[in-house]
Structure formats: structure tokens, C-alpha cells
């Protein structure tokens, strides 16, 4: 039987350990190709490149287990999906995977982010596609104990199939001398970030600013991925591109939009 | 009584002429505080600046009746939000505008959009916003013959509310030589781009890419934003950033997570 594709990116960049330990455990389950940005891309939404050219460049970073087929490439991590899927693989992957982020991804941060911009790219396109990511910014993060919580969901994924457009946003927590509780689907905590912004002057007397801010956690349920991660548990929210309120749609159609 | 405070920004950069439209019929409206990006900014997504420094500037643009208070911003639309709310406005605004977009976001291509990025940023911090976006890629689109149903619609949010957690995606048709069939309230359709890569070759002897693309509606649906565009009716999505699929919740607690 054929050793189901899987597609590798991130927006740490290609050389993030974050992406070394995911390559590693996807070996373990399938072929892997890696397209990945080659500088960090944090904080990217959903951009793509439309006003600028895009390089890609096969590289060698891996060599560990006869190597792993790479591509490094100048855009977004939308746009390594999209090249990946249309330029540089020789089939449809059975699976994306994107990550694992060095830091959290969970509840409002997922409209930021670039690691789940990339699943969410492949989603569209009808791949089935999972976002990891570790509630830990420093480089040398431990990513080592999630290992197998990680080849566990996509395994069942590539098993059970994805619903219809429907990625997954992973967030692992950082937990230190004890053990993960579990696998927990929850959905997307009500959030937002405070923003404080760092004025300074340049040397050259010019005014600037550095975005800076707090979390503030605006939701106490218990189903939520906050209250997952706070609780020693991996949470695992299915998480959609249509972005339509439905329930919002008869209570819009009161409003007087007629002459 | 205290006039609404109305915010506008867009994408496409602080001299686009949609801007210039929205903020003319803005100020038949309310009081207009102008923070948008210094230059265009188109397929940013929800993208941050969190690794670089952002400027802004007071800047005079308008000159008409008194003119309008207005800054420039280094940064992505999402960034303009969050500097206007914590940094320029003296107080909150009641309702914050983006656009009107040259061209569509209609469809899938509101997850790629600067121009609802800048929206969805204000309703995360609870404010009522609208994203307008005309079908019309063009500098010098006709951005006149919206101007009735762009106030409709703001006079309406100002008077109602927004329900909780919901921004409107309000998406205009291109007409020569006719009227709209009026304003109506859809759900997203189901779309993607078929992405083309034009390769070629730099001067320099290096592969470079431009990603062009073709639009594919996968959705025959008479409730989408995309029927109600090609049948000469403006589309109103309501549109969320809960991006939690709620219904899959059950599905994927049937998959086997548990050791």
C-alpha cells in the first residue's frame, strides 16, 4: 500500500525546531515533502503574495533517515500551500500539517496566525489539514512529550476523514514535570488582546511604535480551548473558512435595508 | 446630541479613491477620524506587525468642508485598528468602516482581505464594523452609485446595533447602465482559486513566481453573496470570528484520541 503524502509547513520558518520535530514524527507515518517559509512569518494572518514575486528553492537541512525532500520559498504560509499543491508536488498530499508553532495559537490568536492560515489554505483546496501549535515561544522549546498526541490525530485523521470544511487548530500546553490529560475538542474561547503600544523616538528624532499587549480571556466555559489548556489538556478545535453568521442572518433581515 | 464618531480605514492605502468615497459619506453621517495604511496593503489578510516598528502620521488629505482628521499608518489594516483605538482616538468610535475595496471579498475572499481584516480587528474589540468592497478592480471605478446603499446600511448598524461577535462583509456589483435590485443578506459561498504559477526567469538567471489564479464558485446556492452579486443585488454577510465549526464538535469526539 502506498504511504500516504504529507505535506509539512510552517511560519516559524524552515529551519524552526518546531518544524523538525514535526517532520521527525511524520516520518514515522507516511512520506513527507516540506514547503515552508524561509524566514519567520509570525503574526501573518492570511496573507498572500499578490503584489510581489515569490522564489522557492529546493534545500538540504535534514539528513537524517536518507534526508527529507524541501522547499524553502520567500512568501507566506498561504503561499507555500499554494505553491506546494500547484508547482512542486507530484500528487495530491493525503494531509498538511502546519507547525508545530512556537507558541500558542489558541482562541482569537487563531485569526493571527500564520500556522493556521496555511491549514486552512490546504482546507480550502479540500485537503484534509491539521495546525499544531505549543504554548511555548522560546526556541528551544520541549517538543518532544507531544509526540505522540501529534501522530495520534493524524493518524485518525487520515483514518476517519475530515468533515467538510473543517481543519483542526491543535494547541499543546507547556506543562513541566507532569503529564498531558488528554485530547480535549473544545471549541474557540471568546478573547481579545489589550493593546498597549511602546512609543519611542528614533535616533534620527522620528516617533514610532512597537505593538505590545495582554490577553484578556473573556470566557469561562468549560468547554473552551482556554479552559483546556489551563487544565493539562491538548485542545483540538475544528475550526471553518466559511465565516458566515448563520444565526445572524434573520436577525440582519429585520433591519429596514429597503427603500 | 453628540454626532456618531466613525472610523475609516481600508487596504488599499490612504489616497485610494474608495476611501475618499466612504469618507465623503461618512461625514454625511458623523464625526470621521481617517487612520489607514500609507500604502496598499491588498491580500494582507489578518496579517500583524509584531517583529518591526510601525509609524504613523498626521497627514492632510481632504480639504473639502473643513476637511477630515487623518493619519497615516506603516502597518497592515489589522495594525490601523488597534493604533487608532489605543493611540490616536480620543474616545471610542461608535461604528468603524473599511474600504470601499477596490474589488471583491466576496466569497473565499474574505479570508484573504485586508480590507474585512481591518473590520473583523474592531469587532473583536466589540466596535460595530462594516467592510465595503466594490466588484470593480479598477482606480477610477465608479464608486458613486453605492453611496445611497453604503449609508442605508451604516444609518441602519448605528441604529440597531451589531449582533455580538458579527461584522458585515458588504460587497457592491459592477453596473453600467443599470440599478441595483436592492441590498441582500446572503451566506459566504463556496469558492476557491484555482491557483497558476507564472514562472519565469529574472534577469539575473533566477527562478522567480508570480501566483495568478482563476475564481471557482463550487456552490449553486440563491442565499450567496455570489448569486445575489451576479443577480444585481448588493451582498450583506453577516460574518464571524468564532471560527469554531460547532457542528463537527460531536463528529470528531467519535475519533479514537484517547490512550
Redesign the interface.
Known sequence: MEKPLILVTNDDGITAPGLRALVRYMKEIGDVVVVAPDS?Q??????????N????KKVTIDTENGGTEEYSCSGTP??CV??A???LLDRKPDICVSGINHGSNSS?N???SGTM?AA?EAG???IPAIGFSLCDFSWDANFEKAGDAIK??VR??LD?GM?Q??V??VNIPKLEGKEYR??K?S??A?A?WK???D?RISPMG??????TGEFELLDKGEDTDEWALANDYIS??????????????Q?????????
Open positions: 519567520p509570525s503574526g501573518m494572518g492570511h496573507a498572500i503574495t499578490l503584489d514575486t515569490l522564489y522557492s498561504a503561499d499554494k505553491l499543491l500547484q508547482e482569537i487563531v485569526i493571527y492560515s486552512i480550502i483546496e479540500g495520534r490525530i485518525e485523521a476517519k468533515p470544511g473543517v483542526l487548530n488528554g485530547i475538542v471549541r474557540q471568546r481579545n493593546e498597549k503600544f512609543k522620528k516617533e514610532y511604535y512597537w505593538l483540538l478545535v475544528p475550526t471553518q473558512f466559511d465565516l458566515t453568521a448563520h444565526h445572524a442572518i436577525n440582519i433581515n429585520n433591519w429596514n435595508l429597503h427603500e
